[in-house]
């Protein structure tokens, strides 16, 4: 058995910072392509940013681009989405989301993970 369990959500002043972590089952998770999501009332489930396990190599949409940064703790453990300059339109339930092998064609698509944490909500008023 695997696991992902996200942390770090919660009620932030537009303008403000939140910082999401992602913690994984450690060696189990080694050479995954690892994303961020998010899903806000009615809407679909939306790709916000990956990263490959290695770190090398980073992915953003471009609503998030200049704001967010998906980084990897030393130990890789841990994924983090470090949110700066927060809008309203950024509030969602966040999802960590791993896949086995890495795509650049795949990756903002939600049905091409294979795991999937519960989730961590972020509000943000304006």
């Known amino acids: 058995q695997v696991q992902l369990v996200e942390s770090g959500g919660g009620l932030v002043q537009a303008g403000g910072s939140l910082r999401l972590s992602c913690a994984t089952s450690g060696r189990a998770f080694n050479g995954y392509f690892m994303g961020w999501f998010r899903q806000a009332p009615g809407k679909q489930r939306e790709f916000v940013a990956a990263?490959?396990?290695?770190?090398?190599?980073?992915y953003y949409a471009d609503s998030v681009k200049g704001r967010f940064t998906i980084s990897r703790d030393n130990g890789q453990n841990t994924v983090y989405l470090q949110m700066n300059s927060l809008k309203p339109e950024d509030t969602a339930v966040y999802y960590c989301?791993?896949?086995?092998?890495?795509?650049?064609?795949?990756?903002?698509?939600?049905?091409?993970?294979?795991?999937w944490g519960q989730g961590t909500q972020v509000t943000v008023s304006s």
């Open positions: 990263i490959t396990w290695s770190g090398a190599t980073t």
């Open positions: 989301a791993a896949r086995s092998r890495y795509s650049d064609t795949a990756l903002k698509y939600p049905g091409e993970y294979d795991y």
